[in-house]
């Protein structure tokens, strides 16, 4: 149930009390990919998982902007402070969970996002009245998980899937070329560099080429299965007390 | 531009210094209108708008959750707080100017974001580097606007010109039967409720009824061709020394 | 029952459950009324509604500065952030239901709050322990409203009638000649300036040389009245249940 | 120069850098004595001092509302949070130093505040344009300073040759009778008890028959000549270099 | 019952409801003494106390850094905001309360702390689930209390007995030769100097010779004393009633 | 150079840029370990470090608390919030910086921070006047890491070599009876818990029988010398410039 689309009548009649909230990042993915990859991608995984589920799911409007700073050399990046976006966040998941749907998967896109989702949802499990999980889909698509990169294969796949007029192909060459193979300046274990720019010089990290639309349907299918899994599991997840319940 | 869809290359390489940002809200729209409607009416406006001016003009993404708490009891209605929106705001505007596109229009869809943008462009202008202002489109068609209510005639008119797929039309009967005549509870010229269920059964404030795909081809044509005329005064302006220049 | 001038026993005494506080602000007002202008009108007003009310009335002491950066490059001009006014009204407000004062009306004499008070008495409305409407005194004076602008005709006459040593009369003409005639510039309904230098030079808007002591006379009439008929209204107002309640 | 009656062009014609900001509180203060006394007194010192001073002295209007939880069990009293009280003097002080009246004494009148006018005032001197101290009268009065307690003979003194209609004279005895010796409920120099009801029952700490018009207007004289004393230290003042200039 | 080296079954076992959280600062303290003086005194003072009660007292490890931005311009002077140092220092306290040890004393080694100490314990005891005081152990030394300064002889002399390779004894004279007799820059009761190094060339406030580990023994044993007197006092306090309870 | 023990004259004279900021957190670490295990940690490896590099290198006071919420089933667990904990470790940082030693690494000894300190430092590197990297011992310890659990053989291990008396050997058979094999509850790439009694009896994940005062020392010195080596990676890297700068 795409709740843009719905009349509230049709939500309210909806007997659901699971709801997905897409999260995504508008920024830069390289010469070949949209600055809005983040975004459709866990789109696309959110509505996928909701389809695919037995029971009602609410599917909330996507987050369109997140936590992206280290792109900002890059034209078109858009961010928000650590602080906003987990505020916006909890603002959404407690609005969704007033109505009932309380408990909440917060389908991610963006690699950027993941810590300050993990912040926002504990602390709406321990302090509010939802219980509500972030899921990151390129987490969730097996041994493909470790070719993620920026750009790279992995979201190129997905988009050339599901939306393929967004992906230059074209480009893929290019992309490739100037990329990087690897995320950061490392030290040891410590990244270095905390913009982007300081170590790819197009945005790319990983190589676009090895993206394939029949790659994409996988990557889909894995991670919408995966969130229908989780969704079995949250459904079912007794959250203990509030503390200030 | 739509900045969602473009590569940042693409964007770096538009010679833009003008950008529009959709803000809407996810809350009740009566039973035949969708939740989404000020997303959906906001991101038609500032796309028609974009779209026939002469100079490039960066879209980004439509911001979906506003300040919505008033329709809290009605089911689907997300929202934020004031602070965390007005932040939100902020910091994508803050963003957009980073890359040189530092006039800015928020084009508008939701009564109940009017006050915390005016604030938040104020603040943008004096405080920021950047130029913003607000724009609300309803405010902007002359003498309709006057029939505004929620989930009146207007929005239903844009919608069914715009997404028709999204509108039941075979609700507008009971939409006008339960809804009121006017928003809130007067005395004088105080409003005395702060939530929209207490003066009206199903949300609708007006009559859907008198809304028509014809008169949102006009409401379009109208509100995009007034964009227009903002984009010329807002690419003009001087805007003065910012305070903590 | 002015709070400042009364003991905490004989506060205590009173049987009062309704509460107004005057909300002002000190800025600008052209070369010929005080910088005074909105707290000494909204005092004025508040103990004119209080005092012909039938039941007791606690009046608060007034909030002396407001939201009024607009008019920073005026000297004299003084103003606080819209979240710290809003922060230091809702904790006033707050104070005054402790005591079970609970029915609170801002009186406010200044456009530039009005938003910001919309804003927090919602807030207290949904989430306090208390009922709190805002009520603008210039608003509720009938046809005269449209003729406020800024240091004008109303403006000028309340003071002419409940301060008149407040206004220097013999600057009447000089006011006029240099003020502005509208508020803004504008391009179709959006004030493209955010401060009142770059549209006034003197400060003023509207012709203060309609001004007399008898409008003034009517004016606070008028106000008081209107005000004593949303004492009424707040009194038997049934604010509903609280969110956090 | 009493701000808030004077037109913007008076003030700006007056060529000062001197300003004083009275900050009181509205609290109890006993049976006999008014809520507003701590502001009524500061506004008495700062115009004194500065009637009294050489060069012109911009006053500024007086903050009603301060720190002042301790006290509220007893009817009236209001009180802000301190770190809205902060934010507001720090906003004011600093639209004061922008026309030009950077340094800036803030005269208080309530014991409650003296803690966070001292860290506002220093992080204003460190941080922003503006140099600031507080001065709290009852400190500056000799010998006396040592019989202030709350609703004392020092205030009520003040008062009485100030304001003398504020003050019951015919409650004096019993204002003496219920009150208490000392403030708070001491564990060596550690006070026990976080509210005033704690130890009063009155809300008077010292004897206010020990009040008259004579002592206050001693106390006046001594509070304006060493406010008169400091104007001259904070005009000669180097703040030396900002932190953040 | 050190907290740092506890396990936490230990802790559960310990029948506690008393603990003790030493607060310092990281700030230069002259050339003869370590920047880690106040907190090495706060521990020493909390654990002596602890040390010498009848029932078991559960000591947190010590808050590092306060409040210290008038020391800034010595080298290796750490301080935090006002503002964080109290959320701090309320998590903690709050996090003791937790697990029912709800009789907090903060035993404190700065006199830059202490107004904000009074303010966070008054918050802690109004609106959350704990008794908290503030106890800062120079204030507990009887007439010794009048020669505290800066780096002075009580300072000193606590550490000669606690810590005594911690001090350079060789350094004393140096020391007290280009101290100040006084802290602050004063007219009348304000002191005109926000940061140390305007009144002092080393940091020195006062006369270290006059230091000796005989009355830092002394001072140990006094402050311990009054820290036992205050905790039985605190065991015995009845807080009242909760704000939001 | 302990900063703690010395004086500023000292710390002045060394002339030094590098700093390392030890972070912990006093939690539970099973009924073996103390309470205070990840500051006692993150002293040793920071002083460790400091100590065999050739420059001379600040080592601030540790902070004691941090983000540990999970825990707080567990007696004696404190914790902070995030945004606290953020603004404490940004503050303690820019002070260091201020002084010159504007090249910190943050010590960490708690996986509990990680993110946290991901966030902060990249913030301070971004916008302030210092560059920051946080630095956790237990992931630079080659292929021990993957043992780390939680009260495991790691942190059992290193305080056996550094402080063995804070270790309850007799205890490890039964840490290691009642402890978890892993850390959460999963389903797919999401843990479920947020906290961790939920999925451990006694607080321990992972054997602590396999630790050893050996295998300790082999942690330090591998920590250690990765310590060193990020030291002068840090000391030779251009922040590149600042956003605000």
Redesign the interface.
Known sequence: ME???????D??AADANLAVLPVGS?E?????????TD??TAEAVAEAGADRYDDPV?V??????GIA??H?R???????????FR??VR??VG??A??GWDRVIVVNGHGGNI??L??V??RI??HDDAYA????WF??VGEHTSEMGHAGPLETSLLRHTDPE?V?ED?LEAAAADGADRWGEW??????A??SD?FTD??VVGDPRESSAELGEELLAKSAD?LC??LD??RD?DP?PRIDG
Chains 1, 2, 3, 4, 5, 6 share one sequence.
């Open positions: 709740l843009t689309r719905e009349s509230w009548t939500a309210d508008t830069q993915h390289g010469p070949h990919a949209p600055l809005g975004v459709l609410v909330a409007p996507a987050v369109p902007v700073e280290e900002r890059f034209a078109g990046t858009l961010w928000t402070s650590e602080s906003t505020a916006y603002d959404v609005s969704l007033s109505h810590a300050a993990k912040e949802t504990a499990v321990r999980v972030p899921f990151t987490d969730e967004s230059h480009r030290q040891g274990r410590v990244n270095l905390v913009d300081e197009n945005g995966a899994d989780l599991a949250v997840r203990g």
